[in-house]
Every structure is written in C-alpha cells, then in structure tokens.
C-alpha cells in the first residue's frame, strides 16, 4: 500500500537557518505532491504544489523539490523565523491521474525555531 | 481572500446522539472534501464529493456517517450514532475546478462523552 514518510516528528533551528524537510513515498509515483503548513488546533494551510515535471519550485523563503527516481520531496524554509515554527505535512494525492483524489499526509514534522 | 468556513467550532454530545458538521467551501470550488485529525495522529481522509455524489471514501466513513450539499453553498458531515472515538478534528476542504489543491477549513473539535 501507499505509504508517505517525513524524515523526523521533530526539527529544531536557530533562528537565520535554513530548515529542511524530507518527505519519502513508497508504492506510487503520485503526478504531483504539495506541502502544508499546520499550527496547533488548526486546519492545514496549503503552501506549494510541485508537479513530477518540475525539479524545484520557489515561493518566497519557501523551496520545493521533487525527486521522482528517489521518491522524495525535500522542503526548505530559508532564513527561518520564530513565526515559521509549526507542523510541516507533505500531501501527495492517492495516485495518477485523479484530480478528485483524496490527500494522504504523513504525519508532518514539527519545526521549532528559536531565537 | 476567500475562505472555507466551518460551523460550530467545538461540539460536545452525548455518545449515540448525532451531530451535523457543517461547511461553507470557498463559492467557485466543484470539489468537498471532509477529514478528522485524532488528537496526536495523521490527518486521515473521510469522503471526497463531487457533482452532488459521494467520488471517493474511506474505510472510516461506514453507515454511520452521510453528506450532504443541501442548498449550493452548505456541505454537511452527519454522525448518526456518535462513538467515543469519533471524537476528533474535523476538517473540510474544497478545491476548484481543477481539482489539484485543497483549502482546508479551520475545523470543527468534536468530543463524544
């Protein structure tokens, strides 16, 4: 079965640093995948989609890639801030080809960044 | 910018008691979707609808529980009998024609005692 797996339940950063994420999947090659971002008691926010025909995507302090030989997605947050402290998801859909696809999510990585 | 949105917030019931979740997904999306988050645990897909019909749904979503887009704006998640491990976060998303993202809603916390 589909299985998605993020590198640790937990991150901690200096403040300045660059924070990155790792996300791998098993059993499927999904046509694209998207990171969220989910703060205590709330629902995930979307923040990048990158599809298996980009390599990288940017937005802002944000960097996405995906790597479909290694089955991988890193996600990166440069110069983080305090304010980046949250849950980090990586929701790849359920397979090929289905735009009305559930969303599986790992079980995210906690960032914690301190001043 | 728009929004989905997601009535009540918090919701406490009885077990066996049914509840009615409610959802405004954002005005142009075709897609709805509702999970649950279990405190501490994954995020966990429920049922996807599409066109006025269920498209997709997990082995979570058994008899007990229903959907419902009644009047074009409102999408609702019915427990009829409610068990203590129904309580969770329940989220609701929507997605635009596309189909890709999904904007997720700020939940609503259910606890069954």
Redesign the interface.
Known sequence: SQKIEQNSEALNIQEGKTATLTCNYTNYSPAYLQWYRQDPGRGPVFLLLIRENEKEKRKERLKVTFDTTLKQSLFHITASQPADSATYLCAPPRGRGSTLGRLYFGRGTQLTVWP | EPE?TQTPSHQVTQMGQEVILRCVPISNHL?F?W?RQILG?????LV?F?NNEI??K?EIFDDQFSVERPDGSNFTLKIRSTKLEDSA?Y?C?S?DR??????????T?LLVL
Not at chain 2, 41 to 45: A, G, R, S
Not at chain 2, 98 to 107: D, H, N, V
């Open positions: 989905v897609y979707y999970y645990q994954k995020v966990e897909f996807s599409y498209s997709e997990s976060m989220f998303a997605a596309g189909g890709e993202t999904q904007y997720f809603g700020p939940g916390r």
